[in-house]
């Protein structure tokens, strides 16, 4: 089945840890997105990249890192310097032409 | 800067009757909107979506309402269903993939 996977569904860490949100779509899709939800609040992008080891950042980029080494693959590393870690993360894709972007199921991270 | 806003966090309608989303943006610049819904622990689903040359779509008990001198658009789903309760956002693309959410609203279908 062609789609879009995130793991874990849930991660817990500890505050000044590192961490990696894995993302992977099998959609062939040249775009990928990595957003941030917290609530009452909208979708906040933190990273994009429109094609294999390029991106470029979102209106949060700030404490978070990202990977594009395959076009399957698009990690997010959320690193100690980000403030206020613990929120829901999403990933998706899209064709580069733009159109819909199909989201995976989320990454929940609580940090303690 | 919210560029897209919604505004009303939630809506609680009967089964069988019409619900109407609302969303507002600021930005003159997005040509493309989107409908997406999302169950609790899940990611987005697109729903359905308007280009600013039209001003209706429609898709089965889904149809997107845009009102581009008032910067407004709506999402109409009739009849609703017990099924269609779920947040809804609303997202306004320009340059292709700069894309904005509204905040979602929470859509209660009571049978």
């Known amino acids: 089945d062609g789609g879009i996977t995130q793991s874990p569904k849930y991660l817990f860490r500890k505050e000044g840890q590192n961490v990696t949100l894995s993302c992977e779509q099998n959609?062939?899709?040249?775009?990928m997105y990595w957003y941030r939800q917290d609530p009452g609040q909208g979708l906040r992008l933190i990273y994009y990249?429109?094609?294999?080891?390029?991106?470029q950042k979102g209106d949060i980029a700030e404490g978070y890192s990202v990977s594009r080494e395959k076009k399957e693959s698009f990690p997010l590393t959320v690193t100690s310097a980000q403030k206020n870690p613990t929120a829901f993360y999403l990933c998706?894709?899209?064709?580069?032409?733009?159109?819909?972007?199909?989201f995976g199921p989320g990454t929940r991270l609580t940090v303690l | 800067d919210q560029q897209v806003k919604q505004n009303s966090p939630s809506l609680s309608v009967q089964e069988g009757r019409i619900s109407i989303l609302n969303c507002d943006y600021t930005n003159s610049m997005f040509d493309y909107f989107l409908w997406y819904k999302k169950y609790p622990a899940e990611g987005p689903t697109f729903l359905i979506s308007i280009s600013s040359i039209k001003d209706k779509n429609e898709d089965g008990r889904f149809t997107v309402f845009l009102n581009k001198s008032a910067k407004h658009l709506s999402l109409h789903i009739v009849p609703s269903q017990p099924g269609d309760s779920a947040v809804y956002f609303c997202a306004a693309r320009k340059n292709n993939n700069d894309m904005r959410f509204g905040a979602g609203t929470r859509l209660t279908v009571k049978p």
């Open positions: 990249s429109q094609i294999v080891n390029d991106f």
């Open positions: 998706a894709s899209s064709t580069t032409s733009g159109g819909e972007q199909f």
């Open positions: 959609l062939n899709h040249d775009a």
